[in-house]
């Protein structure tokens, strides 16, 4: 088959990769209907983590073509969306609604989804089918469900949006825009984006956001501050991973507030004293999708939300360089790679 490989930063390539097999009886194989590129593959891409010869891809929907012969709950022919761990769904942890970190947790990464077929371990507690085939057009929904819906969800969710509440999104990616759908769909009164982008904030404010604040840093926070009467949003979504994105993150919240930070942190150091006189809850890391994902399938189904439109590039799985080179170069929010 073929699938997307990193040789070294920078270097993407499409490369014959073996086909896969169940491996243990818990597994499925899957043909994906689509896959895409990820901000966070942009980290190997540019050298701030060492990559080495490794297949791509986390994120994916597609049809079941195999099952191992413990897999109860999906059968080959059923169009299913999975989560970028694979988990068991039954672990004491998960039961909590952590499934990123199910005890037996294993991440597709080490797969590799940017592929015409993936092995999906721990299939029955990972999968979760569509009510039938979808329409076409409901695909880039479903694999947006599959990571930057379900974790810009999660931060939303991890930070209280809801009704009354004020909330500012720190990032302008595919996680963050969503992560403004999240917080309008739990009923957020104002929603602040930081964007210095025209096509994001315009997609920004088709999602629900009220407001869009084109400084960033400390300039940002006291611009946040000036618009809620100087006492920081209830809840902060941080969808950047860096350093000042983190900081600005606790900054913009008021003590009691909430943030929900699910930005792969890269270096982040948080100082103890801020960070105790901030008084503020942070809840983060990579999200549990899967907790989410038959609420989510649900609302793309019925056409209540549209999250595919964080894909603004299509491209064949054979252009895939191109891909990374357009969301680096940040000429594309997303890429959907057709398989
Ligand atoms: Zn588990």
């Avoid at 791509?56 to 012969?69: N, P």
Wanted: aromatic share 6%; with cysteine; net charge negative.
């Amino acid at each position: 088959m073929r699938g997307v490989v990193m040789r070294t930063p920078g270097d993407v390539r499409v490369e014959e990769r073996d086909d896969p097999t169940i491996l243990h009886p818990a597994d499925a194989v899957i043909r994906l209907a689509a896959t895409c590129v990820c901000g966070s593959d942009l980290w190997p891409y540019r050298g701030v983590q060492d990559v080495r010869d490794q297949p791509m891809g986390h994120e994916y929907v597609g049809v079941v073509e195999e099952v191992g012969g413990e897999v109860r709950n999906v059968k080959p022919g059923d169009f299913v969306v999975g989560s970028f761990f694979a988990s068991d769904n039954t672990c004491e942890i998960c039961r909590d609604g952590y499934q990123s970190r199910c005890v037996r947790a294993e991440s597709m990464n080490d797969i590799g989804t940017q592929a015409q077929r993936a092995r999906v371990p721990l299939a029955d507690g990972t999968l979760v089918a569509t009510p039938g085939m979808p329409e076409p057009d409901l695909i880039p929904s479903l694999l947006a469900a599959s990571d930057v819906l379900g974790t810009g969800w999660f931060a939303a969710v991890a930070a209280q949006a809801g009704p009354g509440r004020t909330v500012a999104v720190v990032g302008d990616g595919a996680v963050g825009l969503l992560g403004v759908l999240a917080a309008r769909r739990l009923g957020a009164e104002r929603i602040v984006v930081f964007s210095r982008h025209e096509d994001r904030q315009k997609l920004a404010v088709e999602y629900g956001a009220t407001d869009i604040i084109t400084e960033r840093g400390d300039e940002g926070v006291a611009r946040l501050k000036e618009l809620d009467g100087g006492l920081g949003a209830h809840s902060v979504i941080e969808a950047v991973g860096t350093q000042e994105s983190m900081m600005q993150a606790i900054r913009c919240a008021r003590p009691g507030g909430h943030v929900g930070f699910v930005g792969v942190a890269h270096d982040v150091r948080i100082p103890g004293d801020e960070l105790f006189f901030a008084e503020v809850h942070l809840l983060g890391g990579p999200a549990p999708v899967r907790r989410f994902l038959p609420e989510l399938i649900g609302l793309i189904w019925d056409r209540t939300i549209d999250p595919g439109k964080v894909f603004d590039l299509e491209l064949p799985l054979e252009e895939a360089p191109e891909a990374y080179r357009a969301m680096d170069e940040r000429r594309a929010i997303k890429v959907l790679l057709t398989v």
